[in-house]
């Protein structure tokens, strides 16, 4: 799977957990860019994502996601 | 996305949270509000959401109170201004193994384990005492999992030391304590997680990421838990059975294949596996739950199936058999008339896809289990629903199938007399009147809950909100047990009243649907004045609150000689009832005889 392909299902994700069926990803975007992606529905986005990808993530590699590209490099490494 | 509310629970349930939110809010039902307080021990979160779309399934509207992280025994054990303006309903407290602080250790002597095993539930029968004085109402509670490594190995079961023996111990005490408290209630997290599967369960990954004392993955199966225990406190579980015949409680077509080539029975797998069904489904008359068969079948063809002799059902197990070609859902809704249930009472049985299809379209609120075509999973598939979620068994439960049996048999002997006043009185029927009495205050308590068409108020009450108001001097309070030739009713009609000045405000009103037009009404009305009369009362008022279930008595009230006050534009009507003067009696059928206990005093 490319970094386009995932860059699609990824942005489903965000846009069924936040709720917003309007809602862009980039490889910059972070928490501070979307209003709703607080603490607690970062731990939803995350098993989305591993349930959509069907990938298990690892804490140490979960824990250094600096911003969405990261996390489709994360991905990408895993599918 | 299928149905994500049917098993294994969906992720979607999560992930997709605010859009199945909207769309059970716009279900077309009648909604009850509460207050649910989450008392945690680790994060909740997700399961405050997972837990508010079950019970809107379930007809819940629930408002929420969350801990802050952890803070579960804190906010019990001391003042809170937040939770006590919050009024919870129902107090919910998630903790589970990591709320253990101290463990034995191997050098431990046995004293000293079992002092810390004490010491553990005490941290907690404290917190539970402490809940029940300052907020009175019902507790729900995790018992514990399994931890999900083992030092000894095996040797953890049965070692004092052990924490799997230290778990299985300390779950028993909270089980001595349910037992021995009412309003108090265990979510079995022990069997939950055994059958959800304990590694999964407890993936250290969400603790140490996240807080999460269990998978995220596994939330959903905890909130369906928990859901199902307040639907059940608030009398929202299934009361009936509409099984299918062929392939569903037999192996084979008995019209094609006739009787005797039935597969049902020790002789092959397939047989047992249906007779296995068949003693399952037996079980659930022991909880009052009753059991009807729709099947598309000639009469006689049925009938012959179900007489064959090592059939674990009989015929008399069943309350309405219908065997006939008229839709199913047409079947489904006269079974329902006929026992005075609503049709969303009814867990449908059947192994025909196409026959579950129709009735979740045509039956609205109708369970319909997706149960497969293979016998050895029926049991499965419907257990794990929680349709009949116990919370409180009463005698009456047991004895229900009986009941309705007897109302049946009320029916055909109906219809042999000309008037209908000459068959009441033929039914030589017998009440008991009483103040509410603490053997018949959980009884009580599911009425309130469970009556939606005879009730003229609509307001539903917890045990400990009826235990309250028999014991406080400002309520005339009265349940009402009906007696007759075919059998005992068991208590059957609630009513409550409100001193207020010289007046008595009837704020509970209700009446079970299995005693409709009996005068069960016109005796309790007779007693209430009696006992407000007494009081030196000089006026009764009435409320009759529209609902969609209880149009039959919205003339109630005018029926009885009340006066109208007032209408307002939703329909809610307010009367009075003189009672300065001697009203006549104006039940003549039924025999009075007030509580023994009350008599002889």
Known sequence: ?????????????????????????SDATTAGDIEDWDSLSHITLLSAAEDEFGVKFDMKAVHGLKNVGEMVNLIGRLV | MGDPFSFPFDLALLTKRKKLRRSLLEQDIDFIDKRIAILGGSTTHDIRDALELFLLRHGIRAEFYESEYAQYWQDAMFPNAALEAFRPDIIYIHTGIRNIPRWPGLADGPEAVEALLNETCAHFETMWRRLEAAYGCPIIQNNFEYPYWRLQGNREASDIHGRVNFVTRLNLLFADWARSHGNFYINDINYLSAYYGLSRWSDPFYWHMYKYALALPAVPYLAHSVANIIKSVYGRNKKAFALDLDNTLWGGIVGDDGAENLEIGQETPVGQAYSEFQEYLKAHKQLGVILN?????????????????????????????????EPKSQNLADIAHTLSLTPDSFVFVDDNPAEREIIRQQVRGAAVPEIGDKPENYIAAIDRMGYFEVTALSSDDAARTEMYRQNAARSRAETAFSDYGEYLRSLDMEAEIAPFAPMYCSRIAQLTNKSNQFNLTTRRCTQAEIEAMAGDKRYITLYGKLRDKFGDNGVVSVAAGEVIGGRLDIILWLMSCRVLKRDMEYAMMDEL??????????????????????GMVRDFYAAQGFQKLSEDADGNTVWELDIRRDLPKKNTVIKICGDKKETER
């Open chain 2, 529 to 550: 004045v009696r006992r407000a009369r007494a009081l030196g009362l000089e006026s009764l008022r009435g409320y009759y609150y529209p609902t969609a279930k209880n």
């Open chain 2, 293 to 325: 068969i729709v099947s598309k079948n000639e009469a006689e063809n049925a009938l012959s199936g179900l007489r064959r002799p090592d059939m674990t059902l009989k015929e008399d197990d069943f309350i309405m058999i219908k065997a006939n070609w």
């Open chain 1, 1 to 25: 799977m490319n970094r386009t392909e995932i860059f699609e299902k990824l942005t489903e994700v965000f846009r069924d957990v936040f709720d917003d069926e309007t809602l862009t990803i």
